[in-house]
């Protein structure tokens, strides 16, 4: 399977933990994107990278989250000092510079107790 | 700023009805538009796409779309619903350029497929 993968799937964590999600884009695609999608709600941007910049975040993303992508590969998504409201599911999507579609991989579901 | 709204979070339909939802967008630039649908605890996938050639776009599972640049908006339709088209529905709009071709979505429509 060649698509977007995320790494886990689901995530169950005690406020006050950190935790770290993991996205591999399609191998040839340059940009990456993180969105964050509440129950009920479409997602929500968070950042994206072309290559390894990160080149805009969203107000959405407070000092507790920070995002990387070394060498312009995979990313990482990284929450600090997890709180109730950070409970959602956080949709990873790559696509190519000069096409505007994206592919979405199948998302990482964050419940926080 | 870019901005879209779909109108009824929850459609119900008949199988073998037609299946209209309805999206309108609000964008500073000529709009990239997109249909996504998700099922249950899945990530996103593409049902069609419009980026600024044919105004009526076919996708994917009958799927189609009429881009109306007078009204900004861009309904989706199918003629006629099959169990499978259960799912939630998401319109979503990017601007391109700069703006790295983000997507802001709409709140969904959830589309439930009566027997």
């Known amino acids: 399977d060649t698509g977007v993968s995320q790494d886990p799937r689901h995530k169950i964590t005690k406020r006050g933990q950190n935790v770290t999600f993991r996205c591999d884009p399609i191998?040839?695609?340059?940009?990456l994107y993180w969105y964050r999608q509440t129950l009920g709600q479409g997602p929500e941007f968070l950042t994206y990278?072309?290559?390894?910049?990160?080149?805009?975040k969203s107000r959405l993303l407070s000092d507790r989250f920070s995002a990387e992508r070394p060498k312009g590969s995979f990313s990482t998504l990284e929450i600090q000092r997890t709180e109730q409201g950070d409970s959602a599911m956080y949709l990873c999507?790559?696509?190519?510079?000069?096409?505007?579609?994206?592919?979405f991989g199948p998302g990482t579901r964050l419940t926080v107790l | 700023a870019q901005s879209v709204t779909q109108l009824g979070s929850h459609v119900s339909v008949s199988e073998g009805a037609l299946v209209l939802l309805r999206c309108n967008y609000s964008?500073?630039?000529?709009?990239?538009l997109f249909w996504y649908v998700q099922y249950p605890n899945q990530g996103l996938q593409l049902l069609l796409k419009?980026?600024?050639?044919?105004?009526l776009v076919k996708g994917i599972n009958g799927f189609e779309a009429e881009f109306k640049k007078s009204e900004t908006s861009f309904h989706l339709t199918k003629p006629s619903a099959h169990m499978s088209d259960a799912a939630e529905y998401f319109c979503?709009?990017?601007?391109?350029?700069?703006?790295?071709?983000?997507?802001?979505f709409g709140g969904g429509t959830r589309v439930l497929v009566k027997p």
């Open positions: 990278f072309q290559n390894e910049a990160q080149l805009e």
């Open positions: 191998s040839e695609h340059n940009r």
């Open positions: 964008s500073s630039v000529p709009p990239y």
């Open positions: 979503a709009v990017s601007e391109g350029g700069a703006a790295g071709n983000k997507l802001t």
């Open positions: 419009y980026t600024s050639a044919a105004t």
């Open positions: 999507a790559s696509s190519s510079a000069g096409y505007n579609e994206q592919f």
